[in-house]
């Protein structure tokens, strides 16, 4: 089974839905991030968790808001969908303190439509 | 603040031919310098990586060396495979261990 896993892989939608996106994972690592990724524009940083009770805005937060239910989950919600935000999402997580901190390990993206 | 910048792409090449995809960036620090591969359809996975100056990172026949001085961390392979097709991003992990990434290259392997 897969480590970081997200759920829906694929979703169409309509301007001005709330859609929410979801990931988990059984790593057990305490970091977790999402990002957004465009054609040309690499990944950028939309939010990232270090643990339950602490959540910071990555570059690009306006319009996308999280949630960290628990260790393993993290999810990314837009309030309104608008067409801007097509693009792929990715999920990703990471450990803290040992020497792989700062490496990132991502699920297998979401697919993410707004028409 | 950090930035990643690489090659542009997309680059294709023959199997059995020699790869460079070139990487700099700019940075506060020490940062740890990554490449990531993104294959059809799939997320991103860690492909090497290395921690100080002129550590160099290798995995499955991939190379790059963190270059303080030239402040690059380019990716080689000798022989790349039809199988390496894919798009490679260059990314920096700083103090905050937070990634900066490339914009991406893509990478077409024919046979």
């Known amino acids: 089974d897969a480590d970081v896993t997200q759920t829906p892989r694929n979703r169409i939608t309509k301007t001005g839905k709330r859609i929410m996106l979801e990931c988990s994972q059984t790593k057990g690592h305490d970091r977790m991030y999402w990002y957004r990724q465009d054609p040309g524009l690499g990944l950028r940083l939309i939010y990232y968790s270090f643990d339950v009770k602490d959540i910071n805005k990555g570059e690009i937060s306006d319009g996308y808001s999280v949630s960290r239910q628990a260790q393993a989950k993290f999810s990314l919600s837009l309030e309104s969908a608008i067409p801007n935000q097509t693009a792929l999402y990715f999920c990703?997580?990471?450990?803290?303190?040992?020497?792989?901190?700062?490496?990132?390990?991502f699920g297998p993206g979401t697919r993410l439509t707004v028409l | 603040g950090n930035s990643v910048t690489q090659m542009e792409g997309p680059v294709t090449l023959s199997e059995e031919a020699f790869l460079t995809i070139n990487c700099t960036y700019t940075a506060t620090g020490y940062p740890s310098l990554f490449w990531y591969v993104q294959y059809p359809g799939e997320g991103l996975q860690l492909l090497l990586k290395?921690?100080?100056?002129?550590d160099k990172g290798s995995n499955k026949g991939f190379e790059a060396t963190y270059r303080k001085e030239t402040t690059s961390f380019h990716l080689e392979k000798g022989s790349v495979q039809v199988s390496d097709s894919a798009v490679y991003f260059c990314a920096l992990g700083g103090s905050n261990y937070k990634l900066t990434f490339g914009k991406g290259t893509l990478l077409t392997v024919n046979p």
């Open positions: 990703a997580t990471s450990d803290f303190g040992t020497s792989a901190t700062d490496t990132q390990y």
């Open positions: 290395a921690t100080k100056a002129d």
